[in-house]
């Protein structure tokens, strides 16, 4: 299959950009990645990027953003499909990719809240939505059973994150929630997945949390992921 010329702008950390990231493995997709550094953005970025943020992906010179965009983008031009066929069960998995950005921001605000009152308010925001997927999600190993889809793209990053800053699961975030943890399993095994995330992610998250004033950041410093080893 021939594709357009294809870069993706990126950077390390970003949740936002795995998704684009497993899509593309997923598909099989030829394409340029590009990292940039988000504290010292260049100039011709905020050329193609109108909200200055990642991902970016360059189509034969012509920037898309939005991950959501992106990733409906790759799943259109990829000669086959990442959602169901069913149009209602089409719609109901975009609606969930929703849900998975709005679930990453929270985890954002989470990582950034300086005292513990707002971090247990999102602790709380997160399990609530967790326990909603809870709810929708039937026998795996997917969202949508067997088949791989956009909604495991969405949410995958957001798991790894958690993953890493809540080593252990000691906020709750997932207790009781049997699906929505063999979910994540699942995707933690998927090679996509794995490969959405350059060799240090988890030293490099760590190093990014732990160098912040925040409620999480103290915690992480305190209790460590095994492994971690710093400086970078």
């Known amino acids: 299959m021939t594709y357009p010329s294809l870069r993706l702008i990126s950077h390390k950390l970003c949740p936002f950009v795995q998704r684009a990231r497993i899509v593309l493995a997923e598909r099989d997709i030829p394409h340029e990645l590009l990292f940039i550094d988000l504290a010292n953005r260049p100039d011709w970025f905020f050329e193609i990027s109108p909200t200055g943020n990642v991902p970016v992906l360059c189509v034969e010179g012509k920037p898309l953003f939005e991950s959501t965009a992106i990733i409906e983008f ?32 929270t985890i954002g605000a989470l990582r950034a809240a300086q005292d513990e009152d707002a971090f247990e308010m999102h602790v709380a925001t997160l399990r609530r939505r967790f326990k909603s997927l809870e709810q929708e999600l039937g026998d795996g190993p997917f969202f949508n059973g067997a088949s791989f889809s956009l909604v495991d793209a969405a949410y995958a990053p957001a798991f790894r994150y958690l993953g890493v800053v809540d080593h252990g699961d000691t906020l709750g ?60």
């Open 74 to 105: 790759l799943n259109d031009i990829s000669g086959g499909t990442l959602h169901p066929d069913d149009a209602y069960e089409r719609a109901r998995n975009r609606a969930w990719v929703e849900l998975a950005s709005a679930a990453q921001m």
């Open 173 to 232: 975030l997932f207790d009781g929630l049997a699906k929505v943890t063999r979910w994540r399993e699942a995707l933690d095994e998927r090679p996509s997945v794995q490969a959405a995330v350059v060799e240090d992610y988890a030293r490099r998250l760590y190093a990014f949390v732990t160098g912040k004033a925040s409620v999480l950041g103290s915690r992480l410093r305190n209790n460590p992921p095994p492994g971690i080893n710093m400086p970078l």
